[in-house]
């Protein structure tokens, strides 16, 4: 059995299809999680969110142990979480990162990214389609 891809995602990312929708879109996170568990046919994937930043820590440092790639949307710890950095420095597993908007055309606070700088590329501004080309790549990065 191979190893699973870690789809994880950060605050409010549960309110998704409702919450300021002219930004997010319409889909709900369960919407984008089916589609991709669809996408990555016989390859797990483990799909989770938090609320809470030491979870979404402990789970980047679970997979660093458990995954062979992670499809990670921080929300907005993007922009606050030194914790989250250290985190993705220590995984050596290829993690990409998510933003359904482009954080960069938005407020001056978006443009500051503690990911970044730490993952191995990063997809902004494309809505949920983001995650499809995400777990295309996270396929290739992984061998898969
Ligand atoms: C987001 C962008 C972040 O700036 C914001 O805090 C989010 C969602 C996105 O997917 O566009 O919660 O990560």
New binding site residues.
């Given amino acids: 059995m191979s190893k699973p891809i870690y789809v994880l995602g950060?605050?409010?990312?549960n309110l998704l299809g409702t919450?300021e929708p002219e930004?997010?879109g319409r889909e709900t996170l369960e919407d984008i999680h089916n589609r991709l568990k669809e996408l990555a046919g016989d390859i797990p994937v483990e799909a989770r969110q938090t609320n809470f930043e030491g979870e979404l820590v402990s789970w980047i440092q679970e997979a660093a142990r458990e995954a062979s790639a992670v499809i990670l949307?921080?929300?907005?710890?993007?922009?606050t979480s030194v914790a989250l950095y250290d985190a993705l420095r220590a995984c050596k597993v290829p993690v990409i990162e998510?933003?359904?908007?482009?954080?960069a055309a938005?407020?001056a606070f978006?443009q500051v990214n503690y990911v970044s700088p730490a993952v191995k590329a990063s997809i902004?501004?494309l809505g949920a389609y983001?995650y499809e080309l995400a777990l295309m790549a996270a396929k290739a990065l992984s061998g898969k």
């Fill in positions: 950060g605050p409010n990312l919450r930004i997010y949307n921080a929300g907005a710890y993007t922009h998510v933003h359904l908007s482009n954080p938005r407020e978006r902004a501004g983001g």
